[in-house]
């Protein structure tokens, strides 16, 4: 197989995004998937015009094998790699779990700082370069493309670096990667180290230098970005930054820096920038592990603006406030929260959403009356503005959830049941217990049985907000209430209290209809 070409030029304004989340992102703890996951989230990587995916590292164990060779064989696209230590054993296990990939490189590692060297290889200058020197040439001959790391490159003395480098290169690496193990650059210095060895390390024309950078110092991207200016034709990334310790540098973060600076980086990805925020939620999901609402580009907060002004400024032109628009990232859309920094004008573009249109003098009301509550939740919902524009409680009803009680029943069949008390002005306080299949149904029963009113779920919607006195949930329901479709929205200590006042609120916007009792009633008067 030939080591002397590679799927894209080595030069211009192309730089290659490697992708380690299923490597170097996955062994940190918390995040380890199976290989049914990894290939899942391999697939949209590829979708993702990402250029290599590095699967795994296969010879770390027969799981991690496998994994790779699942991804060979049903992900097409990218360039398929695996690491590899210095080792034969290693290099004849990657190459066989690559088998099945149209396109597979091999990424060998090898520690060359004193502190590595000395602590944990044993291994003089002169025996590292032996063992580059043996394992490269072993590897040129089983795999399309090689790559050669110089662990913990950034504390290594200058002229072995080079002299690593140079004899990796001569011996069929096509990628050099200058690592941050330890994440202990900064961009001046990564910037200077990669120039010196561009001048200094003789090479084939086609061999390219790579940026692998680590989080530790919260600098991993800028140090990427600085060895883009530098040379660098290459970045190691995660989606989400996930990885070793404090993580990687941000997949995400470095494509959109690219993307919206040309002015500073004249080189860009392939990468379809429309796959991040999708991308981000899948890993999410599989690993379970969320990222902070202020992340860059995928944080829920970053296409959010509560501040009156700053909502003013996106009403009339967004490119005040957001120097990206959220499509571009594939997010669902820019979102101005409600709350106690937000302005009128944010408040009456979102009643006029919900149907609205106050006059001066009663959007001034309802906007004290606005700020009264997001002084109280933080967050004002829906729900909440609807309640404030119809003069209804808070919850949107009469009644009131008083208490809850939940019980599962033991056996192979257990069944929910809910105990609801609710109160209301002229009957006092009413409970009664029903069952269901789930808690909320079956506290939707016993609402239903206090109330004397039936109502089919179309749709129930939660979620959990941050509120000035702690967490609340939100429910928004959808019923339909004799023939005609209702919604109802409210907020509540949990899910379940949340849905019942949701259900209450829809029972209020649309009222029992009246017997012919009332109905006479009603005419006399």
Same mark, same amino acid.
């Not at 918390?30 to 990402?50: R, Y």
């Not at 969320?290 to 009403?315: C, L, S, T, W, Y």
């Given at each position: 197989?030939?080591?002397?070409?590679?799927?894209?030029?080595?030069?211009?304004?192309?730089?290659?995004?490697?992708?380690?989340?299923?490597?170097?992102?996955?062994?940190?703890?918390?995040?380890?998937?199976?290989?049914?996951?990894?290939?899942?989230?391999?697939?949209?990587?590829?979708?993702?015009?990402?250029?290599?995916?590095?699967?795994?590292? %296969?010879?770390?164990?027969?799981?991690?094998?496998?994994?790779?060779?699942?991804?060979?064989?049903?992900?097409?696209?990218?360039? #398929?790699?695996?690491?590899?230590?210095?080792?034969?054993?290693?290099?004849?296990?990657?190459?066989?779990?690559?088998?099945?990939?149209?396109?597979?490189?091999?990424?060998?590692? #090898?520690?060359?700082?004193?502190?590595?060297?000395?602590?944990?290889?044993?291994?003089?200058?002169?025996?590292?370069?032996?063992?580059?020197?043996?394992?490269?040439?072993?590897?040129?001959?089983?795999?399309?493309?090689?790559?050669?790391?110089?662990?913990?490159?950034?504390?290594?003395?200058?002229?072995?670096?080079?002299?690593?480098?140079?004899?990796?290169?001569?011996?069929?690496?096509?990628?050099?990667?200058?690592?941050?193990?330890?994440?202990?650059?900064?961009?001046?210095?990564?910037?200077?180290?990669?120039?010196?060895?561009?001048?200094?390390?003789?090479?084939?024309?086609?061999?390219?230098?790579?940026?692998?950078?680590?989080?530790?110092?919260? #600098?991993?991207?800028?140090?990427?970005?600085?060895?883009?200016?530098?040379?660098?034709?290459?970045?190691?990334?995660?989606?989400?930054?996930?990885?070793?310790?404090?993580?990687?540098?941000?997949?995400?973060?470095?494509?959109?820096?690219?993307?919206?600076?040309?002015?500073?980086?004249?080189?860009?990805?392939?990468?379809?920038?429309?796959?991040?925020?999708? %991308?981000?939620?899948?890993?999410?999901?599989?690993?379970?592990?969320?990222?902070?609402?202020?992340?860059?580009?995928?944080?829920?907060?970053?296409?959010?603006?509560?501040?009156?002004?700053?909502?003013?400024?996106?009403?009339?032109?967004?490119?005040?406030?957001?120097?990206?628009?959220?499509?571009?990232?594939?997010?669902?859309?820019?979102?101005?929260?409600?709350?106690?920094?937000?302005?009128?004008?944010?408040?009456?573009?979102?009643?006029?959403? #919900?149907?609205?249109?106050?006059?001066?003098?009663?959007?001034?009301?309802?906007?004290?009356?606005?700020?009264?509550?997001?002084?109280?939740?933080?967050?004002?919902?829906?729900?909440?503005?609807?309640?404030?524009?119809?003069?209804?409680?808070?919850?949107?009803?009469?009644?009131?959830?008083?208490?809850?009680?939940?019980?599962?029943?033991?056996?192979?069949?257990?069944?929910?049941?809910?105990?609801?008390?609710?109160?209301?002005?002229?009957?006092?306080?009413?409970?009664?217990?029903?069952?269901?299949?789930?808690?909320?149904?079956?506290?939707?029963?016993?609402?239903?049985?206090? /109330?004397?009113?039936?109502?089919?779920?179309?749709?129930?919607?939660?979620?959990?907000?941050?509120?000035?006195?702690?967490?609340?949930?939100?429910?928004?329901?959808?019923?339909?209430?004799?023939?005609?479709?209702?919604?109802?929205?409210?907020?509540?200590?949990?899910?379940?209290? %949340?849905?019942?006042?949701?259900?209450?609120?829809?029972?209020?916007?649309?009222?029992?209809?009246? /017997?012919?009792?009332?109905?006479?009633?009603?005419?006399?008067?």
């Amino acid at each position: 197989m030939s080591t002397t070409a590679i799927n894209h030029p080595a030069t211009g304004d192309h730089v290659r995004i490697f992708d380690t989340t299923l490597r170097d992102g996955e062994q940190a703890p918390g995040f380890s998937m199976t290989p049914t996951q990894k290939v899942e989230l391999a697939q949209l990587l590829a979708a993702m015009h990402v250029d290599v995916i590095e699967a795994g590292f %296969a010879a770390a164990s027969p799981g991690d094998a496998a994994a790779v060779n699942d991804i060979a064989r049903e992900v097409e696209g990218p360039t #398929l790699c695996s690491l590899s230590r210095a080792s034969i054993g290693d290099i004849d296990a990657a190459a066989e779990a690559l088998a099945p990939a149209r396109h597979k490189r091999i990424h060998i590692f #090898l520690a060359t700082s004193p502190i590595h060297r000395e602590a944990k290889l044993r291994m003089s200058r002169l025996e590292v370069l032996k063992a580059i020197e043996t394992s490269l040439s072993h590897a040129a001959t089983c795999f399309d493309e090689v790559e050669f790391s110089a662990e913990d490159a950034l504390r290594t003395e200058d002229d072995f670096l080079t002299e690593a480098m140079a004899c990796a290169a001569a011996y069929g690496a096509n990628v050099l990667n200058v690592p941050d193990t330890v994440g202990v650059s900064e961009p001046g210095e990564i910037r200077r180290v990669f120039e010196r060895l561009m001048r200094e390390v003789e090479r084939p024309e086609h061999v390219i230098f790579s940026a692998h950078c680590h989080n530790d110092l919260g #600098l991993a991207v800028s140090n990427s970005l600085a060895a883009v200016q530098a040379g660098a034709r290459q970045v190691e990334c995660a989606i989400n930054g996930i990885g070793e310790r404090a993580g990687n540098c941000s997949l995400e973060e470095l494509v959109m820096a690219l993307n919206v600076r040309p002015d500073i980086f004249p080189v860009a990805s392939r990468v379809d920038t429309t796959q991040l925020w999708p %991308a981000s939620q899948k890993l999410m999901r599989l690993t379970g592990a969320p990222v902070a609402p202020n992340k860059a580009i995928v944080g829920k907060n970053a296409f959010a603006h509560e501040a009156g002004i700053h909502q003013h400024g996106m009403i009339a032109d967004r490119r005040t406030y957001e120097i990206m628009t959220p499509e571009s990232v594939g997010a669902p859309g820019s979102e101005l929260v409600l709350g106690k920094h937000s302005g009128k004008h944010a408040l009456n573009q979102r009643l006029a959403q #919900l149907g609205y249109q106050p006059d001066p003098e009663r959007l001034n009301a309802v906007f004290r009356d606005f700020k009264r509550l997001a002084d109280a939740h933080g967050e004002v919902t829906d729900a909440d503005l609807v309640s404030l524009m119809e003069g209804y409680s808070e919850s949107g009803s009469a009644w009131q959830v008083m208490r809850t009680e939940l019980r599962t029943t033991a056996g192979p069949r257990p069944k929910q049941f809910a105990r609801v008390e609710l109160s209301h002005p002229d009957r006092g306080r009413v409970s009664d217990i029903a069952s269901g299949e789930g808690p909320v149904a079956a506290a939707f029963a016993a609402v239903q049985r206090i /109330t004397g009113r039936t109502a089919d779920v179309v749709a129930l919607e939660t979620k959990m907000l941050r509120s000035q006195t702690g967490r609340e949930f939100v429910a928004e329901i959808e019923v339909d209430l004799e023939g005609q479709r209702v919604r109802g929205r409210a907020r509540g200590p949990d899910v379940v209290t %949340a849905a019942i006042d949701s259900l209450l609120f829809a029972f209020e916007r649309q009222p029992a209809p009246q /017997t012919q009792h009332q109905a006479a009633q009603t005419a006399v008067m």
